[in-house]
């Protein structure tokens, strides 16, 4: 049962690292998305899906680890620190998993700024479009299904509209 522990403390902190390193790849990003440097962008993105690959493989290697010990398997950390025999082991494995939570809540935190992020600069982009549409298509340009203009209704028929929109 030691090995097992040791085995899994071994396994926990290579997760804090790869979380950690995960963490500094998606403030990068932010950084990148403000500057608006998509050839940057699209060499963190992928050094951001390798990491979750790593972490996907590490998380595999934690559950091979736990099978061996059928009472462990499928239980949560904390679960799993109670059914250690020393208070050492218990102690360990307890703080490994706060330090694994705090940078997995980070790296959320990170990547939901991100998000906004993109989010907000795609309502920019459509905010741009439908002003550049506007402009290319000024309401009093109105035609009928012969392709032949008709006059508006509006009292402004004298002014153009360019004028108007202005």
Known sequence: MQEVIKDLEKILNAQISVYSDMENHISQKKEILVKNDIESLKTVDIEIERLAKT?????AKRVQVLSTQPHMLNQPLSKVAELTSSPKEK????SLKDKLIDVMLRVKK???LNAELIAHSIKL??????LIG??????GSAYNRNGKGYKSNSSNNSISSVIRDV
Do not use: C, K, R, Y
Not at 134 to 139: I, K, M, Q, R, Y
């Open 134 to 139: 506007n402009a290319l298509n000024p309401e």
């Open 125 to 130: 982009v459509q905010h741009t479009a439908l």
């Open 91 to 94: 102690q360990i494995i307890l």
């Open 55 to 59: 972490i996907q493989s590490l998380e």
């Open 110 to 112: 990170a990547n939901d």
